[in-house]
């Protein structure tokens, strides 16, 4: 089944912003809902960022996500090494009737 | 808060079976829908299967379709996940995940559990 493609690395030295983007099809993206998770080395995920822009409780304001047609971007800000993670992006798919992920970006903090 | 917790992985043979469960609390389990995702070693994320809060509804992988079987026990607030016919293609960390009341991508995760296919 067809995923929603992210570029495999970002970098950025502390204090950076960086932003990776998710992109999608009409019948994902361009319809649904996008949502980020973080997935640190050895751990399960974790969501960052659900309807496209939405920051769960206790997620800082350093991370912010957007969506634009049929691609979403995922932002942040003040970049620290704890940073340093796999992040994901999903959506529903109404076509196929499944939740695609996307295939991850590596962040690597300089 | 939210607890997401899966049994049931471990080693199997290949063509073998294996049923996951994933045992939740924190919240109203039958008023949200319940998804499997899994990991392959060293590989991105994969979403495998998911059912709506009722169970009325089920949706599942290409990947998986016609081996895998998702089902849920709302009296028991448990998810299941039966695998059949299991190749070494499945090995990987199956997690449980909750989405929304009306949506399937996940708003919470559980730690997941290994699942290795080899002979």
């Known amino acids: 089944q067809s995923v929603l493609t992210q570029p495999p690395s970002a970098s950025g030295t502390p204090g950076q912003r960086v932003t990776m983007s998710c992109s999608g099809s009409?019948?994902?993206?361009?319809?649904?809902?996008v949502y980020w998770y973080q997935q640190l080395p050895g751990t399960a995920p974790k969501l960052l960022i659900y309807r496209n822009d939405q920051r769960p409780s206790g997620i800082p304001d350093r991370f912010s996500g957007s969506k634009s047609g049929t691609s979403a971007s995922l932002a942040i800000s003040g970049l620290r090494s704890e940073d340093e993670a796999d992040y994901y992006c999903a959506a529903w798919d109404d076509s196929l009737s499944v939740v695609l992920f996307g295939g991850g970006t590596k962040l690597t903090v300089l | 808060d939210v607890q997401l917790l899966e049994s049931g992985g471990g080693s199997v043979q290949p063509g073998g079976s294996l049923r996951l469960s994933c045992a939740a609390s924190?919240?109203?389990?039958?008023?949200?829908?319940m998804s499997w995702v899994r990991q392959a070693p060293g590989k991105g994320l994969e979403w495998v299967s998911a059912m709506s809060g009722s169970g009325g509804s089920t949706y599942y992988a290409d990947s998986v379709k016609g081996r895998f079987t998702i089902s849920r026990d709302n009296s028991k607030n448990t998810l299941y996940l039966q695998m059949n016919s299991l190749s070494a293609e499945d090995t990987a960390v199956y997690y449980c995940a909750r989405g929304g009341s009306g949506s399937y991508p996940a708003l919470g995760w559980g730690q997941g559990t290994l699942v290795t296919v080899s002979s």
């Open positions: 924190g919240f109203t389990f039958n008023n949200y829908a």
């Open positions: 009409s019948s994902n993206i361009g319809s649904n809902y």
